[in-house]
């Protein structure tokens, strides 16, 4: 990763600001420090950044409501948690808010930039690639009146309305609407809207769906993604392309 990669570190603990931020510049990383959710968004406002690490218990605002903040911007970077708190509860609620990942402090510095290049790698097209800009046109992919975008990634409802998307939850509607009708298990679709590289830990892909699911507009009927019992999910619509 080049120096230009630039990381925003939010956590009101000086001192690992200074562990972890001192760390990921050795690794080639531009670290600004953060120690709240204000100074967090002041950073935003002045500069650009392509992911935040975010401390989950902070004073005057905790990080699930400044993830939910950063969530009404499409434009977002991605966001890994960090949390001394080590339930099962806290790692959904950050997923299901919106974070790409979530890890457990205090945490290991060498898992947490594997982490972060894993979710830069999902974030960034691959080395050589074009810009968006500049690829060939791809057509749109139609279904149960919706239309998404698989260049710009914007997916609009029936009513024309742009459904921000996190990275993952793009990933795993592609993986959908490109094996339509067909049963799919959490394997495949963790291979499919996380890459084959994946770690164990990266097994969160109920959450993804609950996730996505709401943004799609799901009650409690499965009305596009059916669950298919002890099997996996299957992607209910007729897909279109044009």
């Known amino acids: 990763m080049a120096l230009s990669t630039r990381i925003l570190l939010v956590d009101d603990d000086a001192g690992i600001r200074e562990s972890i931020g001192g760390f990921l510049e050795a690794h080639g990383f531009h670290v600004t420090p953060a120690p709240d959710a204000e100074s967090m968004r002041a950073h935003l406002e002045g500069a650009r950044f392509d992911l935040i690490v975010l401390d989950l218990m902070m004073p005057n605002e905790d990080g699930l409501t400044a993830l939910r903040r950063l969530q009404r911007d499409p434009e977002s970077p991605p966001v890994i948690m960090l949390s001394a708190m080590h339930t099962d509860i806290d790692r959904i609620v950050g997923l299901e808010v919106g974070a790409e990942d979530y890890l457990a402090k205090p945490c290991n510095p060498r898992e947490l930039l594997a982490r972060i290049r894993t979710v830069l790698r999902r974030a960034r097209p691959r080395d050589g690639d074009p810009p968006a800009a500049l690829r060939p046109s791809e057509p749109r992919i139609r279904f149960a009146g919706w239309q998404l975008d698989p260049v710009s990634r914007m997916l609009h409802d029936p009513a024309g309305v742009l459904i ?40 969160a892909i109920d959450v993804q769906i609950s996730r996505l699911r709401r943004k799609l507009g799901q009650g409690s009927t499965d009305d596009l993604i059916r669950t298919v019992r002890h099997e996996g999910y299957m992607f209910l619509p007729t897909v279109t392309k044009s």
Request: glycine share 4%; no cysteine; aromatic share 10%.
């Open 164 to 203: 921000n998307l996190s990275d993952g939850e793009f990933r795993l509607l592609l993986a959908f609407v490109e094996h339509p009708r067909r049963v799919l298990t959490r394997d495949q679709l963790l291979d499919f809207a996380r890459g084959q590289d994946s770690e164990s830990y990266d097994r």
